[in-house]
Nanobody, 115 residues
Framework: QVQLVESGGGLVQAGGSLRLSCAASGRTFSSLGWYRQAPGKEREFVARIISWTTTYTDSVKGRFTISRDNTKNTVYLQMNSLKPEDTAIYYC????????????WGQGTQVTVSS
């Protein structure tokens, strides 16, 4: 049974930093990502790491860094220079692409950036 557990969210002032962690259990994934959902908005892509290749949405490029530690089966999202518009619930995603596409989701962690 796959389980994704996020941690590291919280309240921070604009310009500050937070590091989110997502520990996966049950199996390993080459494709791991982060999404976020702000109040009243749809869930949106933030970043993904496939093996060691990373991609980011334009609004976080240069500020956020996704990384992974395969020994701990964990993916991280380092968020620097945070802005109020980064406020959202952040969700960890693990993607299985064998025989189709199956997405697994964590429970989400709240990130609030005050101005």
């Amino acid at each position: 049974q796959v389980q994704l557990v996020e941690s590291g969210g919280g309240l921070v002032q604009a310009g500050g930093s937070l590091r989110l962690s997502c520990a996966a259990s049950g199996r390993t994934f080459s494709s791991l990502g982060w999404y976020r959902q702000a109040p009243g908005k749809e869930r949106e892509f933030v970043a993904r790491i496939i093996s060691w290749t990373t991609t980011y949405t334009d609004s976080v490029k240069g500020r956020f860094t996704i990384s992974r530690d395969n020994t701990k089966n964990t993916v991280y999202l380092q968020m620097n220079s945070l802005k109020p518009e980064d406020t959202a619930i952040y969700y960890c995603n693990a993607r299985d692409t064998v025989g189709g596409r199956t997405d697994y989701w964590g429970q989400g962690t709240q990130v609030t950036v005050s101005s």
